[in-house]
């Protein structure tokens, strides 16, 4: 069609040219599809099995890329969610775990790398199901713990959290995912005290407070001596009475 000039055509034959034009650009694309319709895909069923290739046929008229995505996600070839108990299942069966737990990086470089685990379709897909798995409500059983960082010298992990969703965003690939029964074990050494409160027994020292009314009544000489004590060594309420209990017994002597 730049030679139209050159060749001397007439408006007629320039409409001719360009139908031929847009009928073989036609036939290219409509054999496209039957030229290139087999998808080879690297497959190993465990670490100790062999390397092999999987041919799969492709079917439609859509684009190759279309096509062929479609297809391995039918297959399960190429996993766009993954479920954080299916994690759980994929750390205890190779295992992933180093030690007794595993950093998120590191997973996600497994995944890349093995063919052997699921072929995921981003790293986005390893962090949802991170996510699910540590807001599951059993995650005792079913998936694992979630901590910042290990701090080796303390022999402890920082910001565990379990059981619970996580805010905030994980693409950065922080953070380590935590054997389940290890994250129990720190939660169970580092539980708080439960706080005083309304309806909770007041914490007494042993002979103190019940043992005063005898002392005032034989008029010990130690009665001072105790007072002192319990005004240091015990709550705001308990000094309070030893106090009241202290002036009577001066009014008395």
């Not at 060749?7 to 036939?27: F, I, M, R, W, Y």
């Not at 299942?89 to 030690?99: S, V, Y």
């Not at 022999?155 to 389940?180: E, W």
């Amino acid at each position: 069609m730049d030679e139209q000039e050159t060749l001397n055509l007439d408006p007629h034959q320039v409409k001719q040219a360009e139908t031929q034009l847009a009928s073989a650009d036609g036939a290219v694309s409509a054999r496209l599809p039957e030229a290139y319709q087999w998808l080879l895909v690297a497959t190993q069923t465990s670490p100790q099995s062999p390397m092999q290739w999987q041919a799969l046929r492709l079917s439609g008229q859509e684009a190759l890329a279309v096509r062929a995505s479609r297809k391995l996600k039918n297959d399960e070839l190429l996993v766009t969610a993954l479920a954080g108990t299916r994690l759980r299942m994929e750390l205890d069966k190779i295992p992933l775990w180093r030690g007794d737990y595993v950093p998120v990086k590191q997973l996600a470089e497994d995944f890349a790398r093995y063919l052997y685990l699921p072929r995921l379709r981003g790293t986005g897909v390893l962090t949802a199901a991170i996510q699910d798995g540590v807001g599951l409500l059993f995650w005792q059983k079913e998936s694992f713990a979630y901590a910042d960082s290990y701090d080796e010298s303390a022999g402890r992990y920082r910001g565990l959290r379990c059981g619970k969703q996580l805010s905030g965003n994980l693409d950065a690939l922080d953070g380590v995912l935590v054997k389940p029964e290890i994250a129990l074990k720190q939660q169970e050494i580092e539980v708080p005290p439960p706080p005083a409160g309304p309806g909770r027994p007041e914490q007494r020292p042993a002979g103190g407070f019940d043992q005063a009314p005898a002392a005032l009544l034989d008029g010990s000489t130690e009665v001072y001596s105790w007072m002192r004590l319990a005004l240091v060594a015990t709550p705001a309420k308990f000094r309070t009475r030893c106090s009241r209990i202290w002036l009577a017994w001066s009014d008395l002597g």
